[in-house]
Structure formats: C-alpha cells, structure tokens
C-alpha cells in the first residue's frame, strides 16, 4: 500500500524479481522489526478494511500475492504508529533494461519516530530485498517527484518546480540507475558505480550526510530535515543533485 497521506512517509525499493523458494520477503519484514524495536508486523488487512491477524507469517509470505508475484500487505497492531510492507512484482516490458522486478512499498508515519527510524528502516528493506536502489520520502514532496516522470504523449506538461524530465522506467538502459531521487536515498554498489558516485571532489557536501551499509551500498541523505519542496534551499539541493547525476532518470542517454 503506497503512502496516500501529507502524514505518512514512503519507502519505495526496486530489487530483483522473486524466484522460487525466495526467503527475501521474510527478510525484508524482519529487517523492519529489528530497525525498528517493538515493530511487530504480524496482521493484514482484509477485503473490508479490517485488520486481521496472520498467525503463520512466514508460511503466509512465502504463498505471495493472491492475483500476481510479490508479497502480500502486512502491518502492525498500533493505529497510531501504522506501518505497512507490501510487494508486486513489475513486469519485464515496463522495467529497466527489459527485467522484471519486485515493487516493494512500506509506510511510516511521518513523525519524530518515524523520521528517526527512516534511514535504518530502508536500508533493512533494501538489503533485505537485495535491492538495485530505493528511496524514502514525505509523500508531499515524492507526489512532485513522481510528476517527473514523463510520457510526453499522453502529458505534454513539464515537470513542477522546474525539475527535470525523467524517462519512464522501461526507457532507463539498466535496473542498477535510479529512477529518480528522494529524500533518503538508498544506492546499492552497482547503482552508485552506475551514477559515479562517490566523487571525492564533488560530492563532499552529500558525503557528510552518507552512510557505507554492510554490502557497500550507500545511504544518501539530501537534508537534514524531511524534504519538503515549499522550502526554497530543499528545491535547490534536489536540483543541484539532478544536476549531479544526470545518469538519474536516463537523463544521459539518447
């Protein structure tokens, strides 16, 4: 379940596609609970809006999703703190680079905890999941993110802000580049090899809010504080790192 509210934070991930006996959905559901202590996922939600318990977890993970390939939702116990994991699997014919992947979205409240547990949060999912790359970000500023992308046909309007254009997923050459940017971005090794990133001599300023994970990937925070794009110097940061990468996006590809 994407994030759907100002309130909540979103935590998007692209990894490989599920195959077989694949252990990482559980990986990534216990990745969550161990970054973030007390989180305990271990109920769905029904055709009705109900929440209802999923006593065999892991069995329930490893049956997927009922109409198509992935994981279905979990979340937690508390309505005041809720947190959700769902994963679909994206087809070949709109992925980077003609290979399907698996779609993880997770929720968190955009509160002090929230934003607190958010970097530690991704980078469980993202490692869990063995994933290309990923990002969290506020939903206010992610649904002027995701206007970047751009089929031209269908919306001929440029991106808000003056954010640049990005391709369309299945335009990008590779599933290592991004396809876009967020306010915590998670890189694996291949998709900061992928973007040229680090560079010493150019990325001091992002490398002071970065962080090396345990399989050499890298988190990368653009500010401080939760994006938000009302806030001119936010604006210009997200820019600048546009300008940074421009393989982000397919931007450097014909």
Known sequence: MPATQENELAIIVYAPAL??????PLAVVQGMERALPGLRLEWTISSDGQRVPVPQREAWLARGRPNGRGFPLLRNGDDDFRVTVTGLELPAGHSPGGQAQLDIHAVLPL??????????????????????????????????IARQTKNWATNPQP???GLPALKLPEKIRAPEIPHRLGWVNYWSAAA???IGFPDPARDAELLARSLRTATSGWVVRLTNAPLDLDKPAHLETLLRAYERFPEIGGRSTP
């Open 159 to 161: 991106p808000p802000r």
């Open 192 to 194: 900061a090899e992928a």
């Open 111 to 144: 509160t002090g905890d929230g934003i607190a547990a958010a970097a530690e949060v991704l980078v469980s999912i993202a490692e869990g999941a063995s994933a290309f790359w990923g990002h969290a970000t506020p939903f206010s500023a992610g649904v002027d």
């Open 19 to 24: 195959v077989g006996n694949d252990g990482r």
